[in-house]
């Protein structure tokens, strides 16, 4: 018997995390090796290990950068702090923070200079979360769940505004949005059309696979937050659920009696690492390999301008 591995579409690198691997690559290009990249710049440890094979370092403060060094600023985006130290530092920084990323800071710093009480929804600790408290000059309140709501020191008609972590889709915020309502009589928040794209694409994608599939494998590092949330929803769907970094993690026995496989990646997992699993399961059973249909993306973010220039004149020098 044959096992049936069925793609979910979309799947794997959404185009903040295309820009930013884009950008670390192009800047070593550019400046040298090696370029000095604050926090991992997508939360992958094969994306990881290529960028730091062709001569990027990655460090946990800015305080590791040596003086002068090139420094990119990861895609999840950091605090004004952090932007601030830079610029006293004299660093030569490039920010690979993803538009849709500086979209919420710039969200959360307008509401709350109309005075209202930012709640920010994501989960504690998150690259992306410290960064967005960090952009905005005011109070801000983390909230992860609805339960988290009921416990807002906060009287029914303070003026809230919420954000988002962009790794959460508008399925995964719902109840905690529907709370605030509940809770306070003046909500404000984005639209909907302000969700990260690539969160809800792949969100419906896994929701639609696990429906046809006996067993889910999501393609993701552990530290990944959009991967831990598509296994989440498989197992959820009542389906084994397995979260691997690439073939090697695949335990036989998952497959062991199993009809149809569907396999998916986080939005930071690149497609080398999902025919690794797909190499893997070869090895085990005859397959047969399929694609779910799905909404097809072609979101593109342009580059920071001092790598633009660089384009435009080994371009020119060519021409
Ligand atoms: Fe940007 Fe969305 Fe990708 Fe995060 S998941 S890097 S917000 S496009």
């Not at 990119?72 to 130290?85: D, N």
């Not at 923070?97 to 919420?104: E, G, M, R, S, W």
């Not at 009480?117 to 609805?146: C, F, K, M, Y």
Request: glycine letters at 8%.
């Amino acid at each position: 018997m044959p096992l049936h591995v069925i793609l979910a579409n979309p799947r794997g690198f959404c185009a903040g995390v295309t820009r930013a691997i884009d950008i670390v690559e192009r800047a070593i290009d550019r400046f040298g090796a090696p370029v000095y990249v604050r926090h991992e710049i997508v939360h992958n440890r094969f994306v990881v290990d290529q960028l730091r094979d062709k001569g990027a370092v990655f460090v946990d403060e800015l305080s590791d950068v040596p003086a002068g060094a090139t420094t990119i600023l990861s895609a999840h985006g950091v605090a004004k702090a952090v932007q601030k130290e830079a610029k006293e530092r004299n660093l030569p920084v490039i920010d690979a923070t993803c538009p849709l990323v500086t979209k919420v800071h710039i969200q959360g710093r307008r509401y709350a200079k109309a005075g209202r009480q930012i709640v920010l929804i994501g989960h504690a600790g998150h690259a992306e979360v410290i960064g967005t408290i960090g952009q905005i000059d005011a109070p801000v309140v983390l909230v992860s769940s609805a339960d988290e709501v009921a416990a807002l020191p906060f009287e029914p008609d303070t003026p809230i505004a919420y954000v988002t972590q962009t790794t959460l889709s508008v399925d995964d915020t719902r109840g905690i949005i529907a709370a605030l309502h509940e809770r306070f009589s003046d909500v404000a928040g984005p639209d909907v059309d302000d969700i990260c794209y690539a969160t809800q694409n792949r969100q419906t994608a896994v929701r639609k696979l696990a429906e046809v599939s006996d067993v889910l494998i999501v393609v993701g590092s552990r530290n990944s937050s959009n991967s831990n949330r598509l296994r989440e929803i498989g197992a959820e769907m009542g389906i084994r659920s397995y979260l691997v970094d690439g073939g090697d993690d695949v335990d036989p026995a998952w497959v062991d009696g199993v009809d149809t496989v569907g396999i998916t990646a986080g939005a930071s997992a690149p497609d080398a690492l999902v025919e690794s699993v797909i190499a893997k399961l070869g090895r085990l059973r005859d397959l047969t390999v399929s694609q779910l249909e799905g909404v097809s993306e072609n979101v593109e973010f342009s580059l920071p301008p001092i790598l633009r220039r660089h384009d435009t004149a080994v371009r020119a020098a060519a021409e």
